[in-house]
C-alpha cells in the first residue's frame, strides 16, 4: 500500500475493503511519505516492520527483490491525487498489478501515459470507482444492456454532498485540505473528486458515453481555490440528453450520489444511500423495487452479492466487491490462466482516462461561451 | 366557467376546486366551443339552463346585464392555452375578475395586453399554479424569507412525467392532441405545460428570478411537433446556479414535480407526490421533516391548512386554496375592503407573463448556439 | 346537519366532504344544542336562517313538514357519541337517511336498536368509517377478494396517535375534552375512537371477522378517565391470526393508522399518511408499488378516484367517497331505482354495530384474566 | 472456529465480520461435524492443515497443547443451536475465550451452566445478536439511558421474514432444515430464531426487562414441526406495554426487524433494513432523522462507526462490532489489562440466558390458557 497512513481516510477504507474476504493479506507499505510516519503507521497495522518502507520507490524496488511468492501480488495506491501517476507507474514498469483510487492522476498526459503502459504490460490496474461495484448498480447495468428498458432516452446523475458548504480547507481538515489545493488536486474540486463518479456512474450503467457537454461551473465559498459546485448538461452518443450536478455546498447533503435512467420502456433509478433498492418505474405496469439478494436477478448483481436479501450491504462491500474480483483476476493469472468474465467487472485505466478527459473538458466548458464542449 | 365540458380534464379540477370550501358556487358557464355540447355539459352540472350559454362572448355579455348581486362574481377560464386570450380580454374590459388556468395564454404580446388591463382595471387575476398552494411550499418560501436556510446558493427544480413516452396524440386522447399541438399550446410543449410550473414554484419559494438560462430542449417521440423534454440550466438575480428539467417521456414518472433549494445555512426539499412533508437538512444539527398541520409552522402555512396533521391534504386541497383566496378577496371588495395580505397570496398575471418570458427564452436558448440567454 | 357549530372539528370536515364533488348542498341544519350558537353558525355557513333550528328534534319535524322537494334529504349527525343515537332515531323514524359520524353510538344497546330501524325502514344509513373511501383501501380489498395475495394468514393493523400523550383534555381543548370523558365518550377512549377505525379497516380489507381477542388496555397520563392504550391480539373467523393496537400515547405520532396483510401468496401494506401508494410483496417476484389513479387497478378503486397519477389525492378526497356514494344512492331512490353496487360501498349500520361489539368486548378483554375473549 | 463449513450461511457471515477490520485471523477450525468435509472446508479457507480437525473436541485439547502465544485466542461457534452447549462448555473450561451464535444453545438447563461457567472462569462470552451492533442502535440505547425521550411508556418491536411462507424444508434447504427441526433447533421455531433477536433488541435499547407476557404462537405451514408466526403482548418492569411479532410466513417481508419505543418526551424508531437512519418523532418540535455519521451523535454511537455519514454500513459492519469489540478486549487482557467500558459493548452470556428464558416463557405461554406468563 501506497499511502494511507495515520490521519488519512481512504486508506482505511481501502484496507477495510480488502480484508473483508479474506482474500487479501496486507504485507507491506509506503504508508506516508515521512518515513517515521509510514514506519509508526506500518505498526499500527501490524505489518512486518521489514516490510514497512520510507517511500514507494523502496518498497517497489525491495519488494521486487524478493523471491516471487513472497513478494507483494500488487500494489494499493491510496494517495492524494498528485502522488497517484509516480507509483502507479513505477509499479507497472516493475511488473506489479495495480488498484488506484481515483481520479487516475493529476492530468490527461500522466492519465495517457498509464493506459499506454498498463496496455503494453498486460497487468490489472484496477480504479477505485467503488459505487459501480454495488449489485444493484450491477443489475441496472445488466438491465440496459439486455434491453429490459429499452432505448435510453434521458440521464439524470446526481452528486450532491454539503461538507465544503463553509471553509472546512482553513479549519485544519485534512481530507478538505488537498481537496481544494489545486498542486494536489488538479485542476478541479468537486467536479474530480466527485464529479468523475457521478460521469462513471452514469457511463457505467448506460453503456453510452458522453459526446458533448455543457458546463457552468462555480466557487461559492469565498477564497476557495477550486469550484465546489457544478451544473452540466450532457449529450451521449446514441442521442440521449442528459444532466450531471454534483456539488460540495449543498448543505446538509451527506453523500448523496443517485442517478435516474430513462428509456423508451422504463425509467430506473438509484440512490447510493440506499443502495440495496432499485427502483424500476415501467412504462406499463406497476413500479417494481428489485433489491439486493432477492428473487431472480441478473447474475452481474448475485456475484457481488454476500448475504441474503434484507440484510443491508453498504458501501464497504461495494469498494470489497473491487478488491475480491482484483483477487481472483490474479490468482487466475498466478495459476496461468484467466479469471471468468463477472470477475473482470471493475473499473480499469481506462475509464480513469475517461474521467480525466471528463474533468479537462467540464472545466473547459465552464470557462467557455460557447455552449457545447465535445468530449 | 369557459371550457370544461364534458370530455374536459381540468375544468373538473377546478369546480372540485372551487367547491370544496363551500365559498365559490358555480351559476353560469359556456362550457364548449359547441353550444349543444355547452348546453349538454351545463345539464350534467345542474347549472340553471337560462345560465348556460353557447360562446363567452354571449355569457360575458348577458351576465352583466344582470343585476350586481345576480350576476357572476368572476370569470374561471379552463380552456386550452389559445383560448385564454380572448375571453379573460373580454372578461376584463367588461368588469369581471378571472381566474384563468396556465400558461397565461399564447404568446407574450396577449400575455403583456392582459397584464396591461389587470393593472388599468385593477381586476383581480388569479393564474392556477395550483403547486403554490400547498401547505409547505408556502412554508418553505417563509423560511427562505425569514432567513432560516440562509443566503440561497443552488436550486433543483424537477418536474418529470413519462405520459407522452409514446405517440400518444395518436390515440385519440385529447389531452395529448391539444398539448402536443402548436396551433393550440403554443410555442412549446413540455416546457409551457410543465416547465412554466417548475419556473413558478422555483421563483415563488427562493423569492429570486431567473437572469440568464442555457436550455437542450428535445423532442423524442418521432413526428411529435414540439418539445418533450428539456433541461435547463439556470442563473439567478442573486448570483445562484440552478438546473430545471421538465420532461414528459420520463417513462414510468407520475407527475413528479420536486424542488430542492440549498442555502448557506441548510437545504430545503420538497416533493409535490409527497406534500406534505418538508425535508430540512441543516448544516449544523439533525435533518428535520416539518408536516402539514404540525408543530409551529409559518402563518403562511398555517392559513393554508384545512385539517390536523396526519390527515393527508392533496392536489385539490392545494388548488382549492387559490379558489378560496380569490373568493375571500372578491368578498371583501364586495364589501368595500381588501383582504388580509394572508388571502392575496395566489399567482397573478405577473407570474403569468413570467412563464410566458420563460417559455419564450427557453424555446429560443433550446435554438442557440449561444451559451446564455437572458430572461 | 345536526352539530358542528363553531369550535367543532369534525363538522367542518364533513362539509367540505359532501361539497367537494357539487352533489350535496347544506340546507339546514340544528348545529349547536346552544341554540343561539346554532344560529351563528348557521349565518357562519349561509344557511337559510328560516332553516337553522335550535334542536335536532325542531329540524326533522319541522323539514318533515315541508313539500317532498323542498326538505333535506338526509341527515348527517357528527356530534359527540353520547348524541348519535338520539337524532339518528328519530331521523330514521321519520323517513330520513342517516349519514353518521362514528362509532355509530353511546353502547350496544343503542347500537342495535339503530341497526333494526335500518331494516325496518329500509333506509339508507352510512357511518363515517371514512378510512376505507380511498381507492387504494379499495383495491387491496378487491385484491383479497379477487385471491391475489391466497389465503390470509396474519394481519397487523396499527393506529398510533400522539396528541394525548400529555393531560390535553385539562388544556380547555374541545377535541380531547369529550373523547375522554365517559359520559360523552362511552366505555371506550382510544379504542373507541381510533380503535374501531383499525377494527373496521382491517375486516374491510380482508374480508374475514374477528372471532376472539385478547388486550391489554392502559391509561398511561394520570387522571385521565379512559384508556389512551390498547394492545390486542386477534384471532379471524378463517384461522388467521393479528395485532391491533391503538395509541393516543406514542409521542410524536400523527394519525399513522397502518395495515399489512400477509396471505400464503403475497403481502399487502397501506399506510394512511401515504394513502396513495399500495405495496404489494410478493413471494414470487418483485416488490410492486400500486398507485391511485395508475395503471390498471380493480374497478373498485378507479371508481373512488377523481384525478390522474401523481396528483395526491387526501383525507378528504376519501372522505367524500362517502358522501358521494350517499348522494348518488339517494338520488337513485329519488328517481325509483337502486344505484349500481359500486356505489353501495360505503359503511353502514352493520359496521357500526360491529364496532360496537369491538368496544364491548376489547374493554372486557382488557378487564378479564381469561385469555380469549369471544367477539 | 467451530461449524461453518461448506453449505453454511452464518459460518461465512462469521467470517467476514472478523476479517473486516484485520483484528482477527481464522488460525484453526473444526468446521464440520464430518471430519474430510472439515478437511475440505479449511482448504476452501487457506486454514492450515495441520490446524483443521475433524472435532471441536480435537480443536480444544491440541489447541490447548500448542504454546500461549500459538494457539487460537478464542473459539467461535457458529453451528445449529443444538451443538453450541457442548463446545462453548468445553472451551470455557479449558480456558478459552467464546463468541457463540445466538441463540445461546438448546434449553435453559444448557443455558445456566454456561453461565455458571463463564461467571467462575471470568472469561469473555459473546452472543452474536448482532443487531445491537448498529451505531443507530446503541444511539438509541444512548438517547434513552440519558433521559432523551422520558419515561418508556410503550414498545413494539416487529421481526417479519417470508422466506418460511411455503414448506422450503422440504426442498432440502440446509437452512430451513434444521430451524424447523426440533431436535436441532429446540422447542421453538421462528420464536427462537427470529424473536430472540427481537426480544434481545426491545430490552437492549430500553434497558428494560419484560416481566409478564402473553404469546398466541402458530404453525401456519401445514406438516411444519415448530412455530412460525407468534403474536405476543408484553408488561416490562417500569409498567410499560408493547407488543412483539416475528413471523417466518410474512409473505414478501426479507428480514424486516424493526422497533419503535415511545416515551413521554419522544418516539423513537428504526428500521434494520435502512438501519443508518434513526427517526426521533419529538412531541413539542419536527420530528428529525439522526444517521450514522453524521453530526453530534453520543460516543457509544461514533465509536462504532467506521466511515463518513452518507456511506452506508450495514449488517456486516454491525456483525463485525461484536468481533471487533472482543477482539478489543481480548487483547487487552493479554496485555494484562481491561478493554474501556465503550468496547465491552457486546451481548453476553446473560443475555443468551435471557433469551433461552424467553423462549422457553413465550412457547408455555401460547399453550397456555392463563393470559400472562411471568418472564
Chains 1, 2, 3, 4 share one sequence.
Not at 457544478?230 to 454534483?246: Q, S, T
Not at 460540495?248 to 433509478?269: F, H, P, V, W
Not at 447474475?299 to 453498504?314: D, F, M
Request: glycine share 10%.
Amino acid at each position: 500500500m501506497v499511502g494511507g497512513g495515520r490521519g488519512a481516510f481512504i486508506g482505511g477504507v481501502h484496507r477495510m475493503a480488502a480484508a473483508l474476504d479474506s482474500e487479501i493479506e496486507l504485507v507491506c507499505g509506503a504508508f506516508s511519505s515521512d518515513p517515521e510516519k509510514s514506519r509508526l503507521s506500518g505498526e499500527d497495522l501490524c505489518v512486518d516492520p521489514k516490510r514497512v518502507y520510507g517511500s514507494f520507490k523502496e518498497m517497489i524496488l525491495k519488494e521486487k527483490k524478493l523471491p516471487e511468492n513472497k513478494r507483494m501480488d500488487f500494489v494499493s495506491i491510496v494517495t492524494p491525487n498528485h502522488m497517484h501517476y509516480a507509483p502507479a507507474r513505477m509499479a507497472l514498469e516493475n511488473g506489479f498489478h495495480v488498484v488506484c483510487d481515483k481520479p487516475l492522476c493529476f492530468n490527461m498526459k500522466e492519465a495517457l501515459h498509464l493506459q499506454k503502459l498498463v496496455e503494453e504490460t498486460g497487468l490489472l490496474f484496477a480504479l477505485t470507482h467503488n459505487y459501480t461495484g454495488y449489485p444493484m448498480v450491477k443489475q441496472a447495468r445488466a438491465m440496459v444492456k439486455n434491453g429490459d428498458i429499452g432505448q435510453i432516452r434521458k440521464v439524470v446523475v446526481e452528486y450532491p454532498q454539503g461538507w465544503l458548504t463553509t471553509k472546512v480547507e482553513d479549519t485544519g481538515s485534512k481530507q478538505a485540505g488537498w481537496r481544494t489545493d489545486p498542486s494536489k488536486s488538479g485542476i478541479a474540486g468537486a467536479m474530480g473528486d466527485i464529479g468523475t463518479h457521478a460521469e462513471n456512474l452514469a457511463e457505467y450503467i448506460s453503456g453510452l458515453k458522453i459526446k458533448e457537454l455543457c458546463a457552468d461551473i462555480s466557487t461559492f465559498v469565498p477564497g476557495r481555490l477550486l469550484d465546489d459546485d457544478g451544473n452540466v448538461l450532457l449529450r451521449f452518443d446514441n442521442g440521449a440528453k442528459g444532466i450531471l450536478h454534483a456539488s460540495q455546498i449543498s448543505a446538509g447533503e451527506e453523500n448523496n450520489l443517485n442517478i435516474r435512467i430513462y428509456g423508451t420502456k422504463a425509467g430506473l433509478q438509484w440512490f447510493q444511500m440506499e443502495p440495496n433498492s432499485l427502483i424500476v418505474k415501467w412504462l406499463d405496469k406497476p413500479m417494481e423495487i428489485l433489491r439486493t439478494g432477492v428473487g431472480k436477478l441478473y447474475p452481474e448483481a448475485t456475484a457481488h452479492t454476500r448475504i441474503p436479501g434484507g440484510h443491508p450491504e453498504g458501501y464497504l462491500e461495494a469498494f470489497a466487491n473491487i478488491y475480491r474480483n482484483v483477487a481472483i483476476c490474479i490468482r487466475a493469472r498466478l495459476g496461468g490462466t484467466e479469471a471468468p468474465a463477472v470477475y473482470h467487472d471493475f473499473p480499469t485505466v481506462s475509464d480513469g482516462v475517461r474521467g480525466m478527459k471528463f474533468i479537462e473538458k467540464v472545466i473547459a466548458s465552464g470557462k467557455s461561451k460557447a455552449k457545447w464542449v465535445e468530449v
